[in-house]
């Protein structure tokens, strides 16, 4: 019996761009994190949007809402046109939902979902991206410095200057390459 290696999810503190972050190295080789329904109920899971069950029509509805937010998202990074396609789908998401933002006893919030389904949580995820994408919050939309990855990140830093969209993986990567780079550039000055 052979095993079968499921990437780790990638998880930031953005709701929607996480989402985004579901497939990576989008310009290199793509690595899918969601690659069946299961996958997609444990992320969903991981931010607090459990649901029931999820089929293989409601991921494929789930990959194009992370597609058009990627992509409404890049636009914004790039100071460009939202691509109305993209717009049209995370529109019907965030319209199509039963959720509701409620407070917690320890006076934070949370998502109530109406009824634990995939479009409930889509509609959390949709709702999130419309505040991003729209500059509703501080901060701003910019592009992973990854050439192989390029994913669009919401960038909350002081001066908004972040580069990678994690450091912990692309920011970590390219340092690694640039130190052994120099190293070898070191070790053969002629060349």
Not at 16 to 27: D, G, K, N, Q, V
Not at 107 to 120: F, I, N, P, T
Request: aromatic content about 6%; glycine content about 6%.
């Amino acid at each position: 019996m052979s095993v079968v290696h499921v990437p780790e999810f990638r998880l930031g503190k953005v709701l929607a761009t996480s989402f985004t972050a579901t497939l990576t190295e989008r310009c290199g080789e793509p690595v899918e994190r969601i690659p069946v329904p299961s996958r997609l109920v444990d992320w969903l899971a991981v931010y607090g949007l459990v649901v029931d069950s999820c089929t293989e029509s409601q991921l494929v509805h789930a990959r194009e809402l992370r597609e058009s937010i990627h992509a409404a998202a890049t636009a914004v990074a790039k100071q460009e046109p939202l691509p109305a396609p993209a717009v049209q789908v995370i529109n019907d998401c965030s319209a199509h939902g039963q959720a509701s933002p409620i407070l917690t006893p320890e006076g934070g919030w949370r998502w109530r979902l109406g009824s634990a389904s995939v479009e409930d949580a889509l509609s959390v995820i949709a709702a999130d991206a419309v505040s991003i994408i729209a500059g509703e919050r501080p901060g701003k939309m910019a592009l992973c410095a990854s050439p192989t990855c390029r994913a669009a990140f919401f960038d909350a830093s002081r001066g908004h200057t972040r580069r990678w969209c994690e450091m912990n993986t692309c920011g970590n990567r390219e340092k690694k390459e640039r130190f052994l780079a120099n190293k070898r550039k070191k070790s053969n000055p002629a060349g």
